[in-house]
Every structure is written in structure tokens, then in C-alpha cells.
């Protein structure tokens, strides 16, 4: 990750995570920071919850590192919104962008929106522009902080404040909102005057890529508008959830060799 500083690794063992269920979203960014900073980063899709997050964090660390992932097909709000963070804190924030060669390999086979044609296309697009820059941005660190909370339902109902990640080789994984419901977050947001994506006053509860997602009807669920003409109910796009790679990976075998140097 660009930018990171040569100081030590700092590892922890399951065993040695303190409990942190009755502890605040600051009382939690606070142990994170203590513990890790420089080694840690916040991964901010720029949703609700990712203001928030650096809000409360950049109060504790105003040089808090902050890593978003920018994968060429971001709505504008999200790029404006990128930056109207970057004034108010004054913070530097990383863009990760996929390989170049990776992408081109994959739109030259398959064209530009090949996310509306199968699922199985769609996950080749999340996993070359979202899950591979991801695993990048955290090659070098100890710990990321996330936005997820239970409340989105599917695999995170249970999500913990604090865990290991084992799909990131054990590093820390900081949760401070799991126990947030919706209305806690725009509480904050409105309370404390924060700026947040435009397209939330359009109807907008889940912002991811453009092409990808859409607001959502009266009654619908929170992450209704993610990949909406899709029948399975598999709404992630596996940076938090491992996608079934099985159906992917003869694509992946045929992009590694495309893009053999
Ligand atoms: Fe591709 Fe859509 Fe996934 Fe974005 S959300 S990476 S455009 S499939």
C-alpha cells in the first residue's frame, strides 16, 4: 500500500483479542489505533457508515490511514464525496485501482458490462476489480477497519466487533459499528454535520458501482439495489464474503495466462 511506513508488523492471537461486545464504535477504533497505527487502515467504500467511521477515527488519529477502492466503474457522487473527505479532514486517502492488464484481459473476453449477463461473470468482475486490489491494499498491513453491520443481514448478522480474518492471512479485522442499526448512522451523519454521498437523497440505502446498482422501491431491502437482476440472493460482491470461486476459476486460469509478462 503506497505510502506505508517501514515500522514493525504487529501480530495478536485469537486468543489475546480482548472482549469488545460492550465497548462503543470510539472505544473500539481507539484499541485499533493504539494498537496498530501506522499497520492499519480504514477500507472506505464511502457509504454511510465509512463517514462515520472516519469521523470517529480521525477525532482519535487525525492522521488515520484510510484506503478506498476505486473500481473504474464508481458513480461521480462517490469521487466527489472522496474528496469533500479529503478537505474536511485534511487527510491523504489511498486509491487502489485494479491491474490494468487484468481488466483489459477480462473486458477484451467477455466486453464492458459483462456483470448484467451471468453471475458468474459478475463475480470475474467484483474479483478482478474489487477483491484483488483489496487483497493488495492489505498485503502490508496488520489490520483493516470495516463499515459492515449486523443489521445488513445474510453472513453479517454475526459479524464481531473485533476478529481475525483468515481471508487475509489472520490480520485483525475492526468492525466498530456491528451494533449500529440504520437510524443510529444518519443520526450521527445529521448531528454532527458530515458530509455523505449524494445519492442517499436519491433513494439510494447501499452504494456500490454504478452500472451495479440502483435506489430501491418502498419496502424493499437495504441492499435491494445491489445487482438487482440477479435471482440469488448472493449480494456481495466477496470482499467480505468469499465468492464461490469454483464457478470463476477457469476464467481467472485463462486471465493469469493472458496476462503472463
Ligand atoms: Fe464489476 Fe459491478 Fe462488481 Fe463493480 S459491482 S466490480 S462493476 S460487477
Known amino acids: 500500500m503506497p505510502g ?10 485469537a486468543e489475546e483479542l480482548p ?36 469521523d470517529l477515527a480521525a ?6 490511514r484510510i484506503f478506498t ?46 456483470f448484467t449477463r451471468h453471475q458468474t461473470q459478475r ?7 474489487k477483491v ?10 496488520d489490520g483493516w477497519i470495516t463499515g459492515l453491520r449486523r443489521d445488513h443481514g445474510g453472513a453479517r448478522t454475526d459479524v464481531a466487533k473485533v476478529a481475525l480474518d483468515p481471508d487475509h492471512g489472520g490480520i485483525v479485522k475492526v468492525n466498530p459499528l456491528a451494533d449500529w442499526t440504520s437510524d443510529q448512522v444518519w443520526d450521527y451523519i445529521r448531528t454532527n454535520k458530515i458530509p455523505y454521498n449524494a445519492l442517499y437523497d436519491q433513494g439510494y440505502t ?27 440472493g448472493f449480494k456481495e460482491c466477496g470482499l467480505h464474503e468469499q465468492m464461490p470461486h469454483e464457478r470463476f476459476d477457469q476464467e481467472l486460469e485463462w486471465i493469469d495466462e493472458a496476462t503472463k509478462p
Open 69 to 114: 477502492l476505486d473500481t473504474g466503474r464508481l458513480p461521480q457522487e462517490t469521487h466527489e464525496l472522496i474528496d469533500q473527505v479529503r478537505h474536511r479532514y485534511d487527510l491523504k486517502i489511498d486509491v487502489i485501482v485494479p491491474d490494468n492488464a487484468r481488466v483489459q484481459a477480462m473486458v477484451r473476453q467477455h466486453g464492458m458490462n459483462l
Open 206 to 232: 447501499s452504494i456500490g458501482c454504478e452500472p451495479c446498482t440502483r435506489a430501491i422501491k418502498p419496502g424493499e431491502d437495504e441492499r435491494a439495489g445491489r445487482w438487482w437482476w440477479e435471482d440469488s
Open 19 to 54: 472482549s469488545f461486545e460492550e465497548q462503543s464504535a470510539s472505544d473500539v477504533l481507539a484499541w485499533a489505533l493504539n494498537e496498530f497505527h501506522p499497520r492499519i487502515a480504514i477500507s472506505a467504500s464511502f457509504q454511510a457508515e465509512s463517514v462515520v467511521i472516519i
Open 59 to 64: 477525532q482519535i488519529r487525525p492522521d488515520v
Open 4 to 13: 506505508l511506513g517501514a515500522s514493525e508488523a504487529v501480530t495478536i492471537a
Open 123 to 129: 463475480m470475474l468482475c467484483c474479483h478482478i476489480r
Open 132 to 141: 484483488e486490489p483489496l487483497r493488495r491494499a492489505l498485503a502490508d498491513l
